[in-house]
């Protein structure tokens, strides 16, 4: 039997996401905002609740698609209010709106979004070393910088600790502890 991340074995929803996605270097601008988008609606609750309305979500969003998303109405977010399969926050729904037009702008300085938040670890993950769960921070001296800048550009829900979970999901750092198989597999990625 393989060691795995303990936060990821409550359900075999979690260990698919974390043996095939948690943590291996994203660069696809769609998917990089899917997670920002997801992150931000995790604040104040679990993945777990978020993962299980993943398909919920990507429904309800347009497949978070950013330019479909930066267009949306009043009706639009009304009926997002009234989605019972989401989370129904109309903070985090208005925000998506706002995320998806501040993206697009981001797109356009940068050529895609992955040049600007990939930069920001000079192209390559960061890699730690930790053993316990315990040892994860929550969120570090550059995820403040990255919640800053997002901030300074129009951003909403993305404060440090949503960008840093943002971080781990798409693998600007490696937070696999290091007893699990998957830290490996990710470096031998790079």
Same mark, same amino acid.
């Given at each position: 039997m393989c060691e795995r991340c303990n936060w990821s074995t409550s359900s075999e929803r979690m260990i698919k996401y974390h043996d095939t996605e948690w943590g291996v270097p994203l660069h696809d601008d769609e998917k990089l905002f899917e997670f920002l988008v997801l992150e931000g609606f995790q604040a104040g609750l679990s993945w777990q609740i978020v993962l299980h309305k993943r398909e919920d979500f990507r429904r309800a969003f347009d497949g978070f698609v950013p330019e479909t998303i930066s267009a949306y109405d009043e009706k639009k977010l009304e009926k997002l209010l009234q989605d019972k399969t989401i989370i129904r926050n109309k903070q985090k729904i208005s925000a998506c709106v706002n995320n998806a037009l501040q993206f697009i702008k981001i797109q356009k300085?940068?050529?895609? *979004?992955?040049?600007?938040?990939?930069? *920001?670890?000079?192209? %390559?993950?960061?890699?730690?070393?930790?053993?316990? +769960?315990?040892? +994860?921070?929550? %969120? /570090?001296? +550059?995820? @403040?910088?990255?919640? @800053? @800048?997002?901030?300074?550009?129009? *951003?909403?829900?993305?404060?440090?600790?949503?960008?840093?979970?943002?971080?781990?999901? /798409?693998?600007?750092?490696? @937070?696999?502890? /290091?007893? $699990? *198989?998957?830290?490996?597999? =990710? =470096?031998? $990625?790079?």
């Amino acid at each position: 039997m393989c060691e795995r991340c303990n936060w990821s074995t409550s359900s075999e929803r979690m260990i698919k996401y974390h043996d095939t996605e948690w943590g291996v270097p994203l660069h696809d601008d769609e998917k990089l905002f899917e997670f920002l988008v997801l992150e931000g609606f995790q604040a104040g609750l679990s993945w777990q609740i978020v993962l299980h309305k993943r398909e919920d979500f990507r429904r309800a969003f347009d497949g978070f698609v950013p330019e479909t998303i930066s267009a949306y109405d009043e009706k639009k977010l009304e009926k997002l209010l009234q989605d019972k399969t989401i989370i129904r926050n109309k903070q985090k729904i208005s925000a998506c709106v706002n995320n998806a037009l501040q993206f697009i702008k981001i797109q356009k300085e940068f050529e895609s *979004f992955n040049n600007y938040i990939w930069s *920001f670890v000079n192209y %390559k993950p960061i890699v730690n070393s930790f053993s316990e +769960l315990n040892q +994860l921070p929550a %969120k /570090t001296l +550059l995820s @403040d910088q990255i919640s @800053d @800048d997002l901030k300074k550009r129009g *951003f909403k829900f993305v404060g440090s600790t949503v960008v840093y979970a943002h971080m781990q999901a /798409t693998g600007m750092v490696n @937070d696999h502890l /290091t007893n $699990c *198989f998957r830290y490996q597999e =990710i =470096i031998s $990625c790079y």
